[in-house]
């Protein structure tokens, strides 16, 4: 058979043709369900959302007695107050808090008198109480598409009531050995037989990037046998490996017979060991030609198939840890006693490293999952300051914090919808997000710590968001994008037993659970309030402060909270009963350093989607009109 070299191809040009033939051929990889504890190193194939809260009940964060608050006001060092037993009730940490009670005192800050006790100090609402959904509420996305599943990951999961995960289906890949002269391993080869073990290095490198390895028995230099092994190979695997044969040798027939049952993309490349690669595609099965040396082969296999194999598995090239010093988002209190380790979320912007900290509680599991970093604050220090710089541990490769794309600001569920569409799209894509409330998002862009933040701030004026911007930035620090309408209104049990007609039933001493302060929702109460002669102080539950739409509506759904002020679709999401008060608008504020970044044009064309506009009509209240335009302002 005559040899010719198809071509000299450099080695990134090699490599760029080979996968994108496959990404073409195949753009969603296939997808199964296997058991959450079972599911450690495989890779989501959709989004994954949380079907329960963590936890689930309100649970007593320490040992001591569960209490009413309000029976504890006025006691001090020197008034103390005596509780009797009928009045609290006796509660380890995990324990439910039972009904009535809505506070925990440490038992080292009771003192027993027979069956009563005595306290020096009161307890505010909601001490030392894990509330639903500290961690995860229902609906939450917890991983998006094409994420590795880690150990913490697989705990998030569990915890958020994902017993079963959709990931993608492990490829099986064939290894077909050639040669007369190769036999299987032993202990006594004779003269002139090589014993075939690059099928054992092979296989193991194809199970460390995720694939099945399927070996098939070793093939005489025969062309009809290679070419029907090939054949059947192709027909039953995804993908194909034909090793030896490949060089320009009087019985290398793998090229010929390789264009015999697919298309020949590349037959030599630009580089030693490993210059007569094969790379072809037979249909939509990727077919590699591998040489016969191993030092060859092996090269040759990271260079051109693990690219092939990532992307078949839906998974990222493997990061790794590195030290660094980042700026510091937020300030951080710690204690005297320890040496702490915050999780943080890390973002690249304008070349600064910048450190967010997420939820530090022992049992917020959901924090490993999203932590890209760890800071270290070391025993002898009370906390740092926001703008510090300050020690972490990166946990993945620098590139991926690199071209992330850091989002801070208010809530809203769209922002994980996006980044499944990003990740869908392009599986190196990462949009961090934080969640800080709209004023904290615009403090984020002054200080330069994140490139965008959704905003829903209500002027005094009722204009949304543009007074905010002017008090914040000069006209050409930020450019502020459409966004989307958002139904905002008051969530209130299935039912709406308790009859609420509109806001100002807010004042009729229900039990309200409010947003953090700074928080768009939190503004627009306050205004609301104004609106209504309302004063904020005077609503039961003013100072019940939680982060997200869905945490209030879970307190609600939970029987804990009557309303809160929120989104349509936190309600949707826990069966609540809405009662809507006004659409309001949230709009996206862009660094302007950040607006040609290849990951913000990606968010605004994914604003722009078909795709979006359709997850946006599933999870309901929201409007679209000319979302994506930049708007105007001076």
Known sequence: MAFSYLDNLPVERAKELFINAVKEAVPIPDEEY????????????????????????????????????????????????????????WVDTGDPIPKGDDAVIMIEEVVREGENVRIFSAASPWQHIRQIGEDLCAGDMILPSFTEITPEAQGALLAGGVINVSVVKRPTVAVIPTGD??????????????????????????????????VWDIQPDEPEKITAALKEAAATCDAVLLSAGSSAGRDDYSVGCIGQVGKVLC???AMKPGKPVILAMAGK?????????????????????????????GRNENGYEFKDSATLCRSVVSSLKYRELVRARLGFVEGKLTAAPLQRGAGVISSLVKADGIIEIEQDREGCEAGEKVPLRCLCDKSKIINSLIVTGSHDPLIDEIADIAKRIDRDAKIASSHVGSTGGLLALKRHEAHMGGIHLLGEDGIYNINAIKSFFEKDEV?????????QGLMTAAGNPLGIKDFSDVSKGFRYVNRQGGSGTRVLFDYLCREHGISPQ????????????????????????DLGLGIFSAAKLYGLDFVPVCTENYDFAV????????????????????????????????????????????
């Open 538 to 561: 005077s609503v039961n539950g003013w100072n019940r402060e939680e982060m997200t739409h869905t945490a209030v509506a879970a307190q609600i759904a939970s029987g804990t909270g």
């Open 267 to 269: 037959h030599g490349v």
């Open 479 to 487: 450019i502020l994008v459409k966004g989307v309408g958002r139904i």
């Open 591 to 634: 660094l302007r350093s950040a607006w040609e970044l290849p990951q913000t044009k990606m968010f605004i064309s994914i604003l722009r989607s078909e795709e979006f506009k359709k997850r946006l009509e599933a999870l309901g209240g929201y409007t679209a009109e000319n979302i994506g335009e930049v708007l105007q302002w001076s």
């Open 34 to 89: 296997v058991n959450t504890a079972d599911a450690d190193g495989r890779i989501t194939s959709k989004g994954v959302y949380a079907k329960i809260c963590a936890p689930h009940y309100h649970a007593s964060a320490m040992d001591g007695i569960s209490v009413k608050a309000s029976d504890t006001f006025g006691a001090g060092e020197t008034t103390p107050i005596v509780l009797r037993k009928e009045s609290f009730h």
């Open 285 to 313: 099965v990727p077919v590699m030609g591998v040489p016969g040396y191993p030092v060859s082969a092996v090269l040759a296999l990271q260079e051109f198939f693990c690219p092939v194999a990532n992307w078949l598995c």
């Open 181 to 214: 002269e190769l036999v299987a391993p032993c202990e006594e080869p004779k003269s002139g037989e090589i014993i075939e073990f690059n099928t054992t290095i092979f296989s193991s490198m194809l199970k460390r990037w995720g694939c099945i390895p399927k």
